[in-house]
């Protein structure tokens, strides 16, 4: 078991989930043999560490360890991994709600850089900031982001941060709108 805490973040909009005309929570989303994809993504988590937290604006009806972020105005991924950073006061591995197929393999390669820098990020063709690792040291930095409307790109260029290569970059894909999730549970599915 992975020693560091897992934050899954769900404190976002939703807003590009619409089943029909009918816009849909994705953290709600029947997945796999699970209820939720919520559900899903924290019995995947709870295989691999041995704590795991969720990021939420208010707590889902899953029995599990959440991390209130208290700007019900604010969206942004960072107020979240902020949030976890101040309230745990060590090493994080964060990854987002909507990126169930990120594999074990890749998640230990990650865990295992931890401590190279203040984040440790996957990147392959394209760099995935929300699946990695966060320091505390980086705590400022994400207060002056989140103050200034930075993105985390900018963030990351001011900060420690390394980029760890992964393979498959299809398995960093996010469920966005409900052809992303059809997606993901077709490759779920093989």
């Known amino acids: 078991m992975i020693k560091i805490p897992c934050v899954i973040l769900t404190g976002g909009k939703s807003a590009r989930m619409r089943v029909g005309e ?6 709600l989303l029947r997945f796999g043999d699970q209820p939720s994809l919520l559900a899903y993504q924290h019995a995947k988590m709870a295989r691999l560490f041995e704590q795991v937290y969720i990021s939420a604006k208010t707590p889902y009806d899953l029995q599990a360890a959440y991390i209130l972020d208290t700007s019900p105005h604010c969206f942004n991924p960072l107020l979240g991994i902020g949030r976890a950073l101040e309230e745990l006061q060590q090493r994080i591995f964060v990854i987002p709600i909507d990126m169930p197929l990120v594999s074990a393999q890749s998640i230990l390669a990650l865990c295992e850089h931890s401590q190279k820098a203040g984040v440790v990020y996957a990147k392959s063709a394209r760099h995935f900031y929300l699946v990695g690792c966060w320091q505390p040291c980086v705590l400022d930095a994400i ?7 930075a993105s985390i790109y900018a963030l990351l260029e001011q900060v420690d ?12 894909s996010n469920c966005n709108t409900y052809a992303d999730y059809q997606h993901a549970l077709r490759s779920l599915h093989g």
Request: glycine share 0%.
């Open 22 to 27: 009918q816009w849909r929570d994705k953290a």
């Open 143 to 149: 207060d002056d982001a989140l103050q200034s409307n």
């Open 161 to 172: 941060s390394v980029a760890i290569e992964v393979t498959d970059s299809s398995e960093f």
